[in-house]
């Protein structure tokens, strides 16, 4: 072949192929928004992710499932800009993206709602939605446009639909309404893709149906969203597709409209898992009171009464379920019982003994177990081992220790055996409890407390951040140690498991128990509205 004939051919070979390059662009312009190629991300040996591919298209509504420690959290934080990819690209509109940070995903029009809000709570509506881009007086640079950043805020909330004071101050909202918030900022930001990371979690059901509605509005408007979530009911009724990923690899995507709850939990867990575990309300024969709480008060810091005169019992075998909206009461009422804030008024006690305001060590001593609803500040230390952390409170007790030096073969062997039967996945078993995931942390805590086979339980968020398989295991490790004859006093934002354990269920509203119902004649709606402060709409219980 001439010297000609081969450059021909190359200009040529180049032409055709830069014309391709162009088309492929276009046509992923037009069709995904969003895609990752061979996505990966390690953290030393450990992969997190594994050559993720997956396409969102424009306008649809993507969920993303996976059991805990399964990488869903690692992938959305490389297309938020908080995490570097060790390999792979990301591309928005069909063009090839890098991220610094998250100021970078938002200039590419990504932004993301946090499972937990990054809101402050005594600024108003408008002060935090446009928090960092604040709008400035055209006359005075030093001074914020107070007038015309509350006019903005108004017509964005008015376009979105959303229900908002812009003048009202976020610590006096509901979750609901503080969630809004933040998907307003994000919408302020102009952004095309959504990302929400667990948004029901704290949520009524009629906050969650309206939430639904939300984010298919946003849809209709041409908003693309990505929700990750363990609730595979909400999948069901918001999205489009799913994406399953297991062990930091996609394993599965699936149009919502021909899956199933059941299908969508095999491909998560790789077994058929049961949905729904059922209290069977087994008969114990000792049914003796085993906790008494009496009229229980007290103040927070600034003096305002947050828990106000709770009275309630709690027999041997018996699950009693405490239900509200967070920021009712219930979070103090746990830290009285566990030992973290003292009451003003009022008594606790156990089997007749009086227990009020022990630290935590002497109501361990008292055979009391504690799942504490903050994981990492009241459950773990995050600079210790999996093996330290799991005989924390059990320090000095056998076979961990004897004349006060600590057994370390005993101590590995038991933190093994409690690994191998609540499956927490870890990296490095000599590594810090930090290493683990939200929901294998929470794992880890549970196993820990159930092992010391404590009389009484005391589990405050038990599954919160835990994958569906994982629910299944702990719930039916709940009702068992209540079939023991044991009691449980059950705190939970999960209507569904509060509604599925509970023999009986109290209600917290303003720091009150304001009625008790039998789960197996109350509905999820009835409950809801108690929650709320209601029994229908005219009836107002406080």
């Known amino acids: 072949m001439k010297k000609d004939d081969v450059l021909k051919y190359w200009e040529r ?26 996505l990966t991300k390690k953290f030393g040996q450990f992969v997190a992710n594994d050559n993720i591919n997956i396409s969102v298209e424009k306008g649809e509504i993507r969920a993303i499932v996976g ?62 939605i446009l928090l960092g881009t604040e709008i400035i007086n055209n006359k005075l640079s030093f001074i914020v446009d107070q007038l015309k950043e509350k006019e903005v805020c108004k017509r964005l909330i008015e376009r979105y639909g959303f229900q908002l004071d812009v003048n009202e101050r976020v610590e006096n909202l509901s979750v609901g309404q ?20 667990e948004p029901t ?46 062990k930091g690899k996609v394993t599965g995507n699936v149009n919502t409209k021909e899956t199933n709850e059941s299908e969508l939990a095999q491909l998560m867990v790789g077994r058929n898992v049961m949905l729904t575990v059922k209290n069977e309300y087994k008969e114990v024969e000792d049914s003796r009171k085993l ?17 106000d005169r709770v009275s309630f019992h709690i027999n041997r075998g018996e699950i009693y379920g405490i239900a509200g909206i967070e920021g009712n009461g219930q979070s103090e009422l ?82 093994k055996n409690l690994i191998e039967q609540f499956k927490i996945v870890f990296a490095h078993f000599e590594g810090n409890v930090s290493q683990l995931s939200g929901g294998n942390a929470q794992k880890l805590i549970i196993s820990r407390e159930l092992s010391s086979n404590p009389d009484f339980l005391i589990a405050s968020q038990p599954t919160r951040g835990v994958d569906i398989g994982a629910i299944e295991s702990i719930h039916r ?19 569904t498991e509060i509604m599925n354990l509970s023999d009986r269920i109290g209600v917290m509203y303003k720091g009150k128990i304001v009625g008790e119902i039998d789960p197996r004649q109350a509905s999820e709606t009835e409950l809801g509205m108690m929650m709320t402060g209601t029994t229908s709409k005219d009836e107002v219980l406080i």
């Not at 830069?18 to 969003?34: D, F, P, Q, S, Y």
């Not at 906790?291 to 828990?307: H, I, Q, R, Y």
């Open 13 to 38: 070979f180049i032409l055709i192929n830069c014309t391709l390059g162009t088309v492929k662009g276009m046509i992923l312009t037009m069709t995904n928004i969003l895609q990752t190629t061979n």
């Open 67 to 128: 059991e805990n420690g399964a990488g869903k959290s690692t992938l959305m934080n490389m297309l938020y800009g908080q995490l570097e990819p060790t390999s792979g690209e990301i591309f928005i509109k069909g063009k090839p993206v890098k991220f610094n940070s998250p100021t970078d995903a938002i200039n590419m029009g990504i932004g993301m709602v946090h499972q937990h809000f990054k809101l402050v709570p005594s600024f108003r509506v408008y002060e935090n």
């Open 178 to 197: 503080q969630q809004k918030i933040e998907i307003l900022k994000m919408l302020y930001r102009d952004v095309d893709i959504l990302i929400l990371d």
């Open 201 to 246: 979690s704290v949520l009524t059901p009629q906050e969650i149906d309206e939430l639904i509605q939300q984010l298919k509005d946003l849809k209709a408007q041409g908003k693309t969203i990505i929700i990750i979530t363990h609730k595979l009911k909400e999948v069901l009724k918001v999205s489009d597709t799913v994406t399953v990923i297991q």
């Open 291 to 307: 906790l008494e709480v009496s009229d229980l008060t007290t103040n927070d810091m600034n003096g305002k009464k947050v828990v």
């Open 334 to 415: 746990v830290k009285i019982l566990t030992g973290m804030m003292t009451c003003t008024e009022g008594t606790v006690k156990l089997e007749g003994e009086g227990i009020t305001n022990l630290w935590s060590d002497q109501l361990r001593r008292k055979s009391i177990g504690i799942i504490p609803e903050d994981r990492y500040a009241e459950g773990l230390c995050s600079d210790m081992t999996l093996s330290e952390n799991s005989i924390a409170g059990k320090i000095y007790d056998p076979p961990f220790s004897k004349f006060w030096v600590l057994n370390k073969q005993n101590i590995h062997e038991h933190c």
């Open 477 to 495: 490790e709940l009702i068992e140690f209540r079939n023991k004859g044991k009691g449980i006093l059950l705190i939970s934002s999960e209507l």
